[in-house]
Protein backbone atom coordinates (compact mmCIF):
# COMPACT_ATOMS: atom_id res chain seq x y z
CA UNK A 1 0.00 0.00 0.00
CA UNK A 2 1.43 3.13 -1.19
CA UNK A 3 1.48 6.10 0.99
CA UNK A 4 1.77 9.72 0.70
CA UNK A 5 4.52 11.57 1.90
CA UNK A 6 4.47 15.80 2.28
CA UNK A 7 6.90 17.75 2.54
CA UNK A 8 8.49 19.20 5.46
CA UNK A 9 8.71 22.85 5.19
CA UNK A 10 11.91 24.41 6.35
CA UNK A 11 12.20 25.68 9.71
CA UNK A 12 14.53 28.26 11.37
CA UNK A 13 16.66 25.04 12.62
CA UNK A 14 17.05 23.43 9.58
CA UNK A 15 17.90 26.15 7.37
CA UNK A 16 20.42 27.28 9.83
CA UNK A 17 21.74 23.58 9.80
CA UNK A 18 21.59 23.66 5.48
CA UNK A 19 24.88 22.94 3.88
CA UNK A 20 24.19 24.20 0.63
CA UNK A 21 23.91 28.48 0.21
CA UNK A 22 20.17 29.81 1.67
CA UNK A 23 17.98 30.10 -1.61
CA UNK A 24 15.73 33.45 -0.49
CA UNK A 25 13.38 35.70 -2.40
CA UNK A 26 10.58 38.42 -1.23
CA UNK A 27 7.49 37.17 -2.03
CA UNK A 28 3.95 39.26 -1.50
CA UNK A 29 0.91 37.23 -3.05
CA UNK A 30 0.01 33.80 -3.25
CA UNK A 31 0.49 33.27 -6.97
CA UNK A 32 3.82 34.45 -6.80
CA UNK A 33 4.50 32.30 -3.57
CA UNK A 34 3.79 29.07 -5.75
CA UNK A 35 5.94 29.49 -8.11
CA UNK A 36 9.19 30.52 -5.80
CA UNK A 37 8.18 28.02 -3.04
CA UNK A 38 9.46 24.44 -4.97
CA UNK A 39 13.27 26.10 -5.48
CA UNK A 40 13.46 28.62 -2.33
CA UNK A 41 14.37 27.72 1.59
CA UNK A 42 13.02 30.98 2.64
CA UNK A 43 10.14 33.07 1.47
CA UNK A 44 10.40 36.72 2.94
CA UNK A 45 7.41 39.17 2.92
CA UNK A 46 9.67 42.10 3.13
CA UNK A 47 7.95 45.51 4.06
CA UNK A 48 9.26 46.17 0.73
CA UNK A 49 5.94 45.11 -0.20
CA UNK A 50 5.26 49.26 0.18
CA UNK A 51 7.38 50.02 -2.33
CA UNK A 52 7.19 47.27 -4.65
CA UNK A 53 3.64 46.90 -4.32
CA UNK A 54 1.97 49.78 -3.29
CA UNK A 55 3.72 52.47 -4.78
CA UNK A 56 5.25 54.37 -1.66
CA UNK A 57 8.55 56.26 -1.39
CA UNK A 58 10.11 54.07 1.26
CA UNK A 59 9.10 51.24 3.61
CA UNK A 60 7.95 53.78 6.28
CA UNK A 61 4.34 53.82 6.45
CA UNK A 62 3.71 49.71 6.37
CA UNK A 63 1.42 48.56 8.76
CA UNK A 64 1.48 45.66 10.91
CA UNK A 65 -1.70 44.74 8.95
CA UNK A 66 -0.50 45.27 5.46
CA UNK A 67 2.20 42.47 6.40
CA UNK A 68 -0.20 40.04 7.80
CA UNK A 69 -2.63 40.05 4.71
CA UNK A 70 0.79 39.82 2.43
CA UNK A 71 2.37 37.02 4.95
CA UNK A 72 -1.38 35.33 5.06
CA UNK A 73 -1.33 35.12 1.16
CA UNK A 74 2.28 33.86 0.93
CA UNK A 75 2.31 31.04 3.51
CA UNK A 76 -0.84 29.93 1.72
CA UNK A 77 1.14 29.69 -1.75
CA UNK A 78 3.78 27.76 -0.04
CA UNK A 79 4.87 24.49 1.67
CA UNK A 80 8.50 24.00 1.01
CA UNK A 81 9.99 27.81 2.13
CA UNK A 82 10.18 29.13 5.42
CA UNK A 83 8.79 32.22 5.87
CA UNK A 84 9.77 34.93 7.19
CA UNK A 85 7.84 38.53 7.81
CA UNK A 86 9.36 42.01 8.18
CA UNK A 87 8.24 43.73 11.39
CA UNK A 88 7.09 46.86 10.14
CA UNK A 89 8.88 50.30 11.17
CA UNK A 90 7.38 51.72 14.07
CA UNK A 91 6.10 48.27 15.47
CA UNK A 92 9.09 47.40 17.73
CA UNK A 93 11.49 49.73 18.17
CA UNK A 94 9.70 51.20 21.42
CA UNK A 95 10.44 48.00 23.47
CA UNK A 96 11.32 44.38 23.55
CA UNK A 97 7.59 44.20 24.67
CA UNK A 98 6.01 45.99 22.15
CA UNK A 99 8.15 43.75 19.80
CA UNK A 100 6.59 40.53 21.51
CA UNK A 101 3.32 42.12 20.73
CA UNK A 102 3.26 42.39 17.29
CA UNK A 103 5.39 39.41 16.55
CA UNK A 104 3.00 37.02 18.18
CA UNK A 105 0.14 38.66 16.51
CA UNK A 106 1.97 38.56 12.62
CA UNK A 107 2.89 34.70 13.57
CA UNK A 108 -0.57 33.41 15.06
CA UNK A 109 -2.58 35.15 12.03
CA UNK A 110 -0.08 34.37 9.37
CA UNK A 111 1.49 31.08 10.40
CA UNK A 112 4.95 32.44 9.72
CA UNK A 113 7.90 30.51 10.72
CA UNK A 114 9.83 33.45 12.05
CA UNK A 115 9.73 37.21 11.83
CA UNK A 116 12.92 39.73 10.54
CA UNK A 117 14.00 42.91 12.15
CA UNK A 118 16.35 45.41 11.27
CA UNK A 119 19.17 47.26 13.84
CA UNK A 120 22.13 46.00 15.83
CA UNK A 121 23.17 46.51 19.07
CA UNK A 122 20.68 48.76 19.81
CA UNK A 123 18.14 45.96 18.82
CA UNK A 124 20.25 43.26 20.93
CA UNK A 125 18.03 43.17 24.43
CA UNK A 126 14.80 42.82 21.95
CA UNK A 127 15.99 40.22 19.91
CA UNK A 128 17.45 38.18 22.96
CA UNK A 129 13.77 39.17 24.78
CA UNK A 130 11.57 37.85 21.64
CA UNK A 131 14.26 34.30 20.98
CA UNK A 132 14.02 33.39 24.78
CA UNK A 133 9.59 33.73 24.16
CA UNK A 134 10.19 31.34 21.72
CA UNK A 135 9.96 34.13 18.30
CA UNK A 136 13.02 32.83 15.77
CA UNK A 137 14.46 36.28 14.56
CA UNK A 138 16.37 36.70 11.05
CA UNK A 139 18.77 39.93 12.22
CA UNK A 140 19.38 42.79 9.19
CA UNK A 141 22.30 45.10 9.59
CA UNK A 142 24.21 47.03 7.13
CA UNK A 143 21.76 49.22 5.08
CA UNK A 144 18.79 48.99 7.11
CA UNK A 145 15.97 50.44 4.94
CA UNK A 146 14.04 51.67 7.85
CA UNK A 147 16.69 54.17 8.99
CA UNK A 148 17.01 55.70 5.50
CA UNK A 149 16.92 59.18 6.45
CA UNK A 150 19.25 58.03 9.09
CA UNK A 151 21.85 56.73 6.29
CA UNK A 152 21.54 59.08 4.03
CA UNK A 153 19.73 57.47 1.18
CA UNK A 154 19.95 54.23 0.18
CA UNK A 155 23.77 53.47 -0.29
CA UNK A 156 26.19 51.37 0.47
CA UNK A 157 27.74 51.12 3.90
CA UNK A 158 31.01 49.75 5.47
CA UNK A 159 33.41 52.15 4.38
CA UNK A 160 36.21 53.84 6.78
CA UNK A 161 34.81 53.75 10.95
CA UNK A 162 31.20 52.01 9.55
CA UNK A 163 33.03 48.55 9.25
CA UNK A 164 33.42 47.99 12.73
CA UNK A 165 30.32 49.19 13.99
CA UNK A 166 28.71 46.70 11.44
CA UNK A 167 30.64 44.29 13.10
CA UNK A 168 29.58 44.40 16.28
CA UNK A 169 25.85 45.01 15.12
CA UNK A 170 26.41 41.45 13.74
CA UNK A 171 27.97 39.77 16.96
CA UNK A 172 25.28 41.32 19.13
CA UNK A 173 22.51 40.16 16.90
CA UNK A 174 24.06 36.64 16.91
CA UNK A 175 24.68 37.26 20.45
CA UNK A 176 21.02 38.08 21.08
CA UNK A 177 20.02 34.59 19.84
CA UNK A 178 19.13 35.27 15.82
CA UNK A 179 19.41 32.23 13.96
CA UNK A 180 20.34 34.46 10.69
CA UNK A 181 21.20 37.82 9.41
CA UNK A 182 20.75 39.62 6.62
CA UNK A 183 23.87 41.49 5.26
CA UNK A 184 22.14 44.58 3.02
CA UNK A 185 24.09 47.16 0.84
CA UNK A 186 27.36 46.94 2.69
CA UNK A 187 31.38 46.97 1.19
CA UNK A 188 31.90 43.20 0.08
CA UNK A 189 35.28 42.63 2.56
CA UNK A 190 32.95 43.81 5.42
CA UNK A 191 30.42 41.78 4.63
CA UNK A 192 32.62 38.38 3.70
CA UNK A 193 34.60 38.88 7.11
CA UNK A 194 31.10 39.16 8.79
CA UNK A 195 30.32 36.39 7.05
CA UNK A 196 33.41 34.02 8.56
CA UNK A 197 32.98 35.36 11.87
CA UNK A 198 29.95 34.34 12.94
CA UNK A 199 28.36 30.54 13.59
CA UNK A 200 25.10 31.33 12.34
CA UNK A 201 24.51 31.89 8.07
CA UNK A 202 24.04 35.04 6.55
CA UNK A 203 22.41 36.65 4.03
CA UNK A 204 23.44 38.35 1.71
CA UNK A 205 21.96 40.83 -0.57
CA UNK A 206 24.46 43.48 -2.10
CA UNK A 207 26.86 42.34 0.45
CA UNK A 208 29.06 38.97 -0.61
CA UNK A 209 29.05 35.71 -2.20
CA UNK A 210 31.09 34.43 0.91
CA UNK A 211 27.46 34.92 2.60
CA UNK A 212 25.73 31.83 3.57
CA UNK A 213 22.65 32.55 1.30
CA UNK A 214 21.50 35.52 -1.13
CA UNK A 215 18.42 36.95 -1.17
CA UNK A 216 16.90 39.69 -3.89
CA UNK A 217 13.29 41.12 -4.17
CA UNK A 218 11.29 38.84 -6.69
CA UNK A 219 9.96 41.54 -8.48
CA UNK A 220 13.96 42.98 -9.07
CA UNK A 221 14.93 39.89 -9.75
CA UNK A 222 12.26 39.27 -12.56
CA UNK A 223 12.12 42.52 -14.42
CA UNK A 224 9.09 43.45 -13.01
CA UNK A 225 9.77 46.42 -10.77
CA UNK A 226 11.94 49.42 -12.76
CA UNK A 227 11.43 52.40 -11.00
CA UNK A 228 14.94 51.93 -9.77
CA UNK A 229 17.62 49.04 -10.30
CA UNK A 230 19.95 48.57 -7.43
CA UNK A 231 23.57 48.09 -8.56
CA UNK A 232 23.45 44.38 -6.70
CA UNK A 233 20.32 42.77 -8.79
CA UNK A 234 20.76 40.50 -11.46
CA UNK A 235 17.78 40.22 -13.66
CA UNK A 236 17.38 36.85 -14.12
CA UNK A 237 14.45 37.59 -16.39
CA UNK A 238 12.35 40.51 -18.21
CA UNK A 239 8.83 40.01 -17.37
CA UNK A 240 7.85 43.54 -17.50
CA UNK A 241 8.85 43.55 -21.04
CA UNK A 242 6.94 40.63 -21.85
CA UNK A 243 3.67 42.20 -19.67
CA UNK A 244 4.10 45.63 -21.43
CA UNK A 245 4.11 43.60 -24.93
CA UNK A 246 1.30 41.48 -23.88
CA UNK A 247 -0.68 44.16 -22.67
CA UNK A 248 -0.32 46.82 -25.62
CA UNK A 249 -1.37 43.30 -27.87
CA UNK A 250 -4.66 42.74 -25.77
CA UNK A 251 -5.32 46.65 -26.31
CA UNK A 252 -5.00 46.55 -30.20
CA UNK A 253 -7.24 43.53 -30.14
CA UNK A 254 -9.99 44.80 -28.17
CA UNK A 255 -9.56 48.19 -30.21
CA UNK A 256 -10.13 46.38 -33.67
CA UNK A 257 -12.24 44.13 -32.39
CA UNK A 258 -10.67 40.93 -32.78
CA UNK A 259 -11.12 40.00 -29.38
CA UNK A 260 -13.37 38.40 -28.05
CA UNK A 261 -13.16 35.84 -31.13
CA UNK A 262 -16.05 33.20 -31.26
CA UNK A 263 -13.42 31.04 -29.61
CA UNK A 264 -14.14 32.91 -26.38
CA UNK A 265 -18.18 33.36 -26.47
CA UNK A 266 -20.90 30.99 -25.58
CA UNK A 267 -23.46 30.66 -27.86
CA UNK A 268 -21.32 32.29 -30.80
CA UNK A 269 -20.90 30.36 -34.34
CA UNK A 270 -16.76 29.29 -34.23
CA UNK A 271 -15.48 30.40 -37.39
CA UNK A 272 -14.53 27.25 -40.30
CA UNK A 273 -11.16 26.24 -40.16
Do not use: W
Request: proline share 6%.
Amino acid sequence: MSKHVTARRHTPRSLAALDAPIVALTAYTTPMARLMDPHCDLLLVGDSLGMVVYGMDSTLAVTPEMMIAHGQAVVRGSQNACVAIDLPFGSYQQSPQQAFAVSAEIMAKTGAGCVKLEGGVEMAETVHFLTQRGIPVIGHIGLKPQAVHTHGGFRTVGRGSEAEQIMQDAKAIEAAGAFSIVIESTMEPVAREISETLSVPTIGIGASPACGGQVLVGEDMLGLFSDFTPRFVKRFAAIGEQVDKAVAEYAEAVRNRSFPGPEQCVGMPKKDS
